[in-house]
């Protein structure tokens, strides 16, 4: 009697343990799939570029599907704070951006500040009048290898197929190993309740609550509905923001970069930055 | 051997009721930061770890130095640690568990914390950290448990228990390497940015870990009468020392890379922890005395410990205030320096430097006492179980 107990048990616990673990197996099981899927369609392209290493230095693969991408002309900025003061505010409006005044617990998405700590890895000595006088716009820069992505321990933040870094607020567990991750300083957590600290309402996006990670998304909400990014709407009258896909030939913002001489931030960590900087 | 917790003298209990003291206020302060939010901490947008995490990367140290008694008991049969390597086993049941109450007391949404569960990320280090501490957990409770029963019962342990001794060990030395893996693998942040943390965390947990065992044999040689033996801790002692001249051995040769190369960014965090980082006119150097503090508590406990071993005297008080010294000096260096000298520059090339909050110090101090507590009772079941056996 005592035996068959003790054998009923052992297969109770097994069973069990079994039940309690399968989930994880399963996603474990499952997440590398959906993961060497994508990777066969990056092989897919990687393996010609392997095949001929002399590639020159810098020349990309040949790119696949949408990668979207943004232009700042600071030329058109120069000498117009109030130009960048009103693409701030209206991606602020838009997205439900709290106004916490105090650097420790502030949130931005998209921001201005000085070129030498936008572009820390140029030199900023003897550097020009124009660059001195100027502040400049960040934001996220959507990485093609993003940091942040890699880092996240529950998916909570994620590439989508048309290049941006998006968000789920909901799943977010707020370690904030994403702002280690990051080396632009692009993200920013809600230290308290960010709710009492949003001017004006915009119900067509969620505020978020404390104790998650949030940060620019390229306005994927607004593109969705075929509208522009918040940022670039409010100054579109002097075409200094341009927006679209950088893997289209034929695209405006592919015009602007085979034309002018662009720059991105902290080329050397492999991020590969979406964003490009006319200075 | 539960029960054996409920028996003790008065100094027993006056201990553990100093102890929770600590554990309640740690608790109050907790309640606070879980109805506001993280800003109730010192940490910001730009300086967004903080104390827990420092103090989480230092104790998942103290968890693997549990190694350097269970190693050589195990695979070279060093008989003298036999009494030891039960210490070393719950010493890291308790490290791992402030560990994870650090995790907990970080994250600015506790109540998700099973999303780690729930969408595994391989890619992740936090994923597999997660992992590798879960499982050096499981398998010290296993083996702790398993073979202190088997010595109350005066039987050898079963065959199958050595299977997840061995397991432990490489265990051990994964719950660390992991842990340098998240800092060491992000790009941008130059200080953490180096092949060298993991062998580094790993030198400094071989001297804290042990360090801590000999103050905790020593404390109970006094009060509860249990002796380690001359030779277990003189033999520690060694192993302290070769672990400690290891780390500094590695902190030095961040120096020459960081100067040598004469690279900003491989400078910035180690003229702001030992000489101020000036910029813009303002110095930043909050952290310059608790450094040097740390240097000097370091060779001065190396110092007297190769003078007890010279003269071949050894001294309990010594050789305790030697222990004391060095696992203050690793815990001022991976505690508090490595993790906030790592974020003082931020992404954007702005200083920002840290003060943890009162809030912040209550919760820290509050989840140290658990540990202790936790110390405490499981040395008191093994103590026991030895008077016990010896009876």
């Known amino acids: 009697m005592d035996k068959q107990r003790r054998k009923f048990l052992k297969v109770a616990g097994a069973t069990a343990l079994a039940g309690i673990s399968a989930p994880a197996v399963v996603k474990l099981t499952s997440s590398p799939a959906i993961a060497s899927s994508e990777h066969g369609a990056a092989t897919g392209h990687e393996a010609p570029a392997d095949a001929h290493k002399a590639v020159p230095h810098g020349v990309e693969e040949a790119p696949k599907g949408v990668r979207l991408g943004l232009v700042v002309d600071m030329r058109k900025f120069y000498g117009k704070p109030e130009l960048l003061d009103k693409a701030i505010a209206a991606c602020n409006k838009v997205h439900n951006v709290p106004q916490i005044d105090n650097k420790k617990s502030e949130i931005k998405w998209v921001w201005k500040a000085p070129f030498e700590n936008v572009f820390p890895e140029h030199s900023s000595s003897h550097s020009s009048k124009i660059r001195k006088e100027n502040d400049f716009l960040v934001m996220c820069n959507h990485c093609d290898e993003p940091p942040c992505v890699r880092v996240c321990p529950t998916q909570a933040t994620y590439r989508l197929p048309n290049g941006i870094v998006a968000m789920d607020f909901h799943r977010c567990i707020g370690c904030r190993f994403c702002m280690m991750g990051c080396p632009y300083g692009a993200r920013s957590f809600n230290w308290e309740n960010p709710r009492p600290y949003i001017k004006e309402y915009n119900p067509d996006f969620p505020s978020r609550m404390r104790g998650v990670v949030e940060k620019c998304n390229f306005c994927g909400e607004r593109i969705a509905l075929g509208k522009e990014p918040a940022c670039l709407e409010a100054v579109k009258e002097s075409g200094a923001i341009v927006f679209g896909d950088l893997n289209d030939p034929g695209s405006e913002i592919r015009e602007v970069l085979d034309k002018e001489n662009t720059i991105q931030r902290k080329p050397s960590l492999g991020t590969k930055p979406s964003v490009f900087y006319i200075v | 051997m539960i029960e054996k917790v409920f028996k003790g003298n008065s100094r027993y209990w006056m201990w553990l009721a100093f102890l929770s003291a600590f554990v309640a206020v740690g608790a109050i302060c907790y309640i606070r930061q879980y109805l506001f939010g993280l800003g109730l901490t010192g940490m910001g947008r730009d ?23 269970v190693l050589p008991y195990y695979i070279h049969n060093y008989k003298v640690f036999g009494r030891l390597t039960i210490l070393g086993e719950f010493l890291a049941i308790s490290a791992i568990v402030m560990c994870l109450m650090f995790i907990m007391a970080d994250i600015g949404q506790p109540l998700r914390g099973l999303n780690m569960m729930l969408h595994p990320t391989p890619n992740s280090m936090l994923f597999w950290d997660m992992v590798v501490l879960l499982g050096y957990l499981g398998l010290n409770v296993i083996c ?33 390497t992991v842990t340098a893996m998240l800092y060491c693998g992000l790009p941008g942040r130059h200080f953490w940015l180096s092949a060298i943390t993991a062998p580094r965390f790993l030198a400094s947990a071989f001297a804290a870990g042990p360090a801590l065992i000999v103050i905790a044999c020593l404390v109970m040689k006094r009060v509860a009468n249990f002796d380690a033996g001359k030779e277990a801790i003189s033999k520690l002692t060694t192993i302290i020392m070769y672990a400690a001249l290891i780390n500094a051995f590695f902190v030095l040769l961040e120096f020459f890379v960081g100067y040598y190369s004469n690279i900003p960014g491989h400078k910035h965090s180690l003229e702001y922890l030992f000489f101020g980082l000036e910029h813009h006119g303002v110095v930043y150097n909050n952290l310059v005395p608790f450094m040097w503090s740390s240097v000097l508590l370091c060779f001065g406990g190396l110092g007297l410990f190769a003078y007890m071993k010279i003269k071949k005297v050894q001294t309990d008080l010594w050789v305790g205030i030697g222990c004391a010294m060095i696992f203050t000096a690793l815990w001022l260096d991976k505690g508090l320096g490595f993790v906030l000298g790592g974020l003082v520059v931020n992404p954007l090339h702005e200083i920002v430097e840290y003060y943890p909050t009162a809030n912040e110090v209550g919760i820290t101090l509050g989840i140290w006492a658990t540990g202790f507590l936790l110390v405490t009772l499981m040395y008191k079941i093994a103590v026991d179980v030895e008077h016990e056996v010896e009876a």
Do not use: C
Request: charged share 10%.
């Open chain 2, 47 to 69: 300086l967004s770890w903080g104390l827990y995490i420092s103090q989480f990367t230092f104790l998942v140290g103290v968890a693997a130095g549990g190694l350097m008694l």
């Open chain 2, 144 to 176: 702790a448990w398993v073979i202190l029963t088997a010595e109350r019962k005066q039987v050898k342990p079963p065959k199958w228990v050595y299977f997840f001794v061995y397991l432990s060990i490489p265990f051990a030395v994964s719950i660390h």
